[in-house]
């Protein structure tokens, strides 16, 4: 079945870089688009970035324009979300998923603090 485990989180100081992955397994990973998802205490999940099968092409949410960059590894089933500048509101438990959605990983908490 489809898992997804992504990992890299942590706490962070304001202006500074984390790096998630999530490791993929159980369907055919190049045939799929990937997402990263956030979801803040008390917020509604959001979607933050994309990436097409190939890594052609991403989209990113306005908020984390410029800061993140989505990317992945067809040949070791990975998809990576590089988190520059960051910033207290992007406080979230992050998750990816693919595209169309399967269910959903554990997540991996990113703290922004001083």
């Known amino acids: 079945q489809v898992q997804l485990v992504e990992s890299g989180g942590g706490l962070v100081q304001p202006g500074g870089s984390l790096r998630l992955s999530c490791a993929a397994s159980?369907?055919?990973?190049?045939?799929?688009?990937m997402s990263w998802y956030r979801q803040a205490p008390g917020k509604e999940r959001e979607l933050v970035a994309t990436?097409?099968?190939?890594?052609?092409?991403?989209n990113y949410a306005d908020a984390v324009k410029g800061r993140f960059t989505i990317s992945r590894d067809n040949a070791k089933n990975m998809v990576y979300l590089q988190m520059n500048s960051l910033k207290p509101e992007d406080t979230a438990v992050y998750y990816c998923?693919?595209?169309?959605?399967?269910?959903w990983g554990q997540g991996t908490q990113v703290t922004v603090s001083s």
């Open positions: 998923n693919t595209i169309p959605r399967t269910p």
């Open positions: 159980g369907f055919t990973f190049s045939r799929y688009a």
């Open positions: 990436i097409t099968t190939t890594g052609g092409n991403t």
